[in-house]
């Protein structure tokens, strides 16, 4: 790196760093912050990574960790931190209709879920091989929320952003979906194509993963059927497996009974109870589209 970018990139951190260390500010304010410093720059200097926001951003987060200012936990990883600020769920209504934005860290606050009675958007993924085997994740121990438990294939948030937020045929979520199975699991585009997601129901529920962090969630529920290349992001992943119906009910068990420390997620566990058996005879007959219902939001506890 020569001088004159060394010089450039040190100080729009400084500046940034300035104000991120005041408690007064509220994480939109960085974010936005970060956003209006960085256009604010010549088109000559908006083009180069080390000016890009999430360039700008990855080196406040890590300068200010450092010096003990932090707007995060001192003890949450990296890049669960860098996450949990950068990425901006959607916010919406009890009825699906969005209302606003706010950061991922705001939207798993219990204090901001309860107080401002915070409910974002988020998907959940089956994913079935061709042996109708469901593919299910570990979380990784680094996760803030819910760290270590057993889920289905993949779970997460659309995000702000255009091509997230595209109402038609629920084509943002399945971009959403895409997007993660390759963050998470490593599963190229190609193996998930968007329109071989096929959307079952959206159910509504809230969880607390510990006193601080939970969930408020409307969720969408997408199944597919692909056999895929996995490659676990160990930064999102503990481990991964394949189970057919009665393996699942075994985890089931060893779940309720407390074995060996196994737990499930809450999200998971409200599908299998409501919904998921009933959905796998479909699955396996090619007949889904017999028990979608996108009308309905379930509101489950």
């Given at each position: 790196?020569?001088?004159?970018?060394?010089?450039?990139?040190?100080?729009?951190?400084?500046?940034?760093?300035?104000?991120?260390?005041?408690?007064?500010?509220?994480?939109?304010?960085?974010?936005?912050?970060?956003?209006?410093?960085?256009?604010?720059?010549?088109?000559?200097?908006?083009?180069?990574?080390?000016?890009?926001?999430?360039?700008?951003?990855?080196?406040?987060?890590?300068?200010?960790?450092?010096?003990?200012?932090?707007?995060?936990?001192?003890?949450?990883?990296?890049?669960?931190?860098?996450?949990?600020?950068?990425?901006?769920?959607?916010?919406?209504?009890?009825?699906?209709?969005?209302?606003?934005?706010?950061?991922?860290?705001?939207?798993?606050?219990?204090?901001?879920?309860?107080?401002?009675?915070?409910?974002?958007?988020?998907?959940?993924?089956?994913?079935?091989?061709?042996?109708?085997?469901?593919?299910?994740?570990?979380?990784?121990?680094?996760?803030?929320?819910?760290?270590?438990?057993?889920?289905?294939?993949?779970?997460?948030?659309?995000?702000?952003?255009?091509?997230?937020?595209?109402?038609?045929?629920?084509?943002?979520?399945?971009?959403?979906?895409?997007?993660?199975?390759?963050?998470?699991?490593?599963?190229?585009?190609?193996?998930?194509?968007?329109?071989?997601?096929?959307?079952?129901?959206?159910?509504?529920?809230?969880?607390?993963?510990?006193?601080?962090w939970g969930e408020h969630e409307l969720d969408y529920l997408l199944f597919i059927v692909r056999d895929v290349n996995v490659n676990p992001n160990p930064d999102e992943v503990a481990d991964i497996k394949y189970v057919n119906r009665e393996q699942l009910k075994e985890l089931l068990q060893k779940a309720d009974a407390g074995e060996g420390g196994l737990k499930l997620s809450p999200w998971f566990r409200l599908v299998v109870d409501n919904f998921l058996f009933k959905w796998w005879d479909h699955v396996e007959k090619g007949t889904l589209a017999e028990v979608a219902d996108m009308k309905t939001i379930?509101?489950?506890?």
């Amino acid at each position: 790196m020569n001088a004159t970018k060394m010089s450039l990139t040190n100080w729009v951190t400084a500046r940034l760093s300035s104000s991120f260390s005041s408690p007064l500010l509220s994480p939109n304010h960085h974010s936005a912050s970060i956003n209006r410093l960085s256009n604010s720059l010549p088109l000559r200097l908006r083009t180069r990574r080390s000016c890009s926001p999430i360039s700008i951003s990855r080196r406040l987060y890590s300068s200010t960790a450092a010096m003990g200012d932090s707007p995060a936990d001192a003890g949450m990883d990296a890049v669960q931190r860098r996450l949990m600020f950068e990425d901006e769920c959607i916010l919406v209504d009890e009825n699906d209709r969005v209302v606003g934005h706010d950061t991922k860290y705001n939207c798993h606050l219990m204090q901001k879920i309860e107080s401002e009675n915070l409910l974002h958007r988020a998907f959940s993924v089956f994913l079935f091989n061709s042996k109708y085997e469901l593919l299910l994740q570990q979380r990784s121990a680094t996760k803030v929320t819910f760290p270590l438990v057993w889920t289905n294939t993949c779970c997460s948030h659309p995000l702000y952003r255009e091509s997230e937020l595209i109402e038609d045929n629920y084509l943002g979520v399945r971009n959403a979906a895409q997007r993660k199975l390759l963050d998470e699991l490593g599963i190229p585009a190609e193996d998930v194509p968007v329109d071989q997601f096929f959307p079952l129901g959206r159910m509504l529920y809230k969880a607390a993963s510990d006193g601080k962090w939970g969930e408020h969630e409307l969720d969408y529920l997408l199944f597919i059927v692909r056999d895929v290349n996995v490659n676990p992001n160990p930064d999102e992943v503990a481990d991964i497996k394949y189970v057919n119906r009665e393996q699942l009910k075994e985890l089931l068990q060893k779940a309720d009974a407390g074995e060996g420390g196994l737990k499930l997620s809450p999200w998971f566990r409200l599908v299998v109870d409501n919904f998921l058996f009933k959905w796998w005879d479909h699955v396996e007959k090619g007949t889904l589209a017999e028990v979608a219902d996108m009308k309905t939001i379930h509101k489950l506890t």
